[in-house]
């Protein structure tokens, strides 16, 4: 069986770097990449030029659309059996493609998707930001956190499906939630998809509180979006870190009246904190998880609010030139 990984990038030529060494340590080598550079300013053919010699990569250059029609661009050239799909700041540990290769020929499926982690070299900061996305006091364990889940829906951090599965249901729209809009038309189509919980990434996510804020407060859109193109797709889950933002406000408004009103507030920061100090065993990482985790609840349950009034109660669905926007920022 032959993948071809899809990445697309845009002014991340250090983090392709570190993408593409991972890649060229691989002890099963049954790919292509296709990296796909989205209009950068700052590009990194200079790199792909240090590894051409290790890994079979295609390097495409384009003018810059955002991260959907980048990858779909990317299939479109793609020549392997399965599609596999990671973020450019990822790391792949070395043995993941010959953990893949023996998962899909032990048990099949359609449609993947593993879970994500925080090498040890990455910073403090990431390695809260990825406990606060895989923490389930912050929802994170529907990420794949779970030993078992029925009908998972895996993200482009680290997903894969056959080329099958592409040419029946076809490619990315652009969209908030892509990545989720397609696995839930794969399921729908009659696949099979499944969590491979041993082919994990290390994903580095953002480097700041900033930008962390901006990529939660997007998914939090996202999944307003999600619910309108799929109805029923949303579950109970999906809007705890709203009903956190509305608790806290009203919690802040409350202590002014009595201090204890912000009781909650206090003992869940504890939660926080002695959460994640048992799993990082590290003091600085857990002050620094209580930060991030409050970032992750708020910035998507803001977001999840705000598209929730504008496009189900106001019924403004049609802002063509959101995503550009926000997918520039994030970038």
């Not at 069986?1 to 899809?6: A, Q």
């Not at 023996?102 to 048990?107: A, T, V």
């Not at 996202?222 to 029923?232: E, F, M, N, V």
């Amino acid at each position: 069986m032959k993948f071809s990984i899809i990445v697309p990038v845009y002014n991340r030529p250090n983090e392709v770097k570190e993408l593409l060494e991972s890649l060229s340590l691989q002890t099963s080598k049954n790919f292509e990449l296709i990296l796909v550079e989205d209009g950068s300013t700052i590009k990194c053919d200079l790199v792909v030029d240090e590894y051409k010699d290790r890994i079979d990569i295609k390097y495409y250059f384009k003018p810059n659309s955002g991260r959907s029609l980048t990858r779909n661009y990317g299939m479109e050239r793609a020549t392997g059996d399965y599609l596999v799909f990671f973020d450019s700041d990822c790391v792949i540990p070395e043995t993941y493609f010959e953990i893949l290769t023996k998962e899909l020929e032990d048990n099949y499926s359609d449609c993947f998707g593993g879970p994500d982690r925080a090498h040890e070299s990455f910073t403090d900061l990431q390695k809260a930001i990825s406990h606060s996305m895989t923490s389930f006091i912050t929802t994170g364990g529907i990420r794949g956190g779970k030993k078992v889940l029925d009908k998972y829906t895996p993200r482009t951090f680290n997903m894969g499906f056959s080329m099958e599965v592409y040419r029946k249901v076809g490619d990315f729209k652009d969209m908030f939630g892509e990545d989720i809009d397609l696995s839930l038309r794969i399921q729908a189509a009659g696949f099979s998809t499944r969590l491979i919980r041993d082919a994990y990434v290390y994903h580095k996510r953002r480097v700041s509180f900033k930008s962390f804020y901006r990529q939660v407060n997007v998914f939090g859109r996202a999944r307003i979006d999600l619910q309108l193109s799929h109805p029923g797709s949303m579950k109970l889950v999906h809007t705890f870190p709203a009903l956190f933002v509305a608790g806290t406000v009203v919690l802040l408004v409350s202590s002014l009246f009595c201090v204890w009103a912000l009781l909650p507030l206090g003992l869940l920061l504890v939660l926080l904190f002695v959460e994640s100090l048992l799993v990082t065993r590290n003091l600085k990482i857990a002050g620094l998880s209580v930060i991030t985790s409050i970032i992750q609840l708020w910035g998507y349950g803001s977001g999840f609010i705000s598209a929730f009034f504008k496009k189900i109660v106001l019924g403004k669905r049609n802002d063509t030139g959101e995503l550009d926007r926000l997918y520039k920022k994030k970038s």
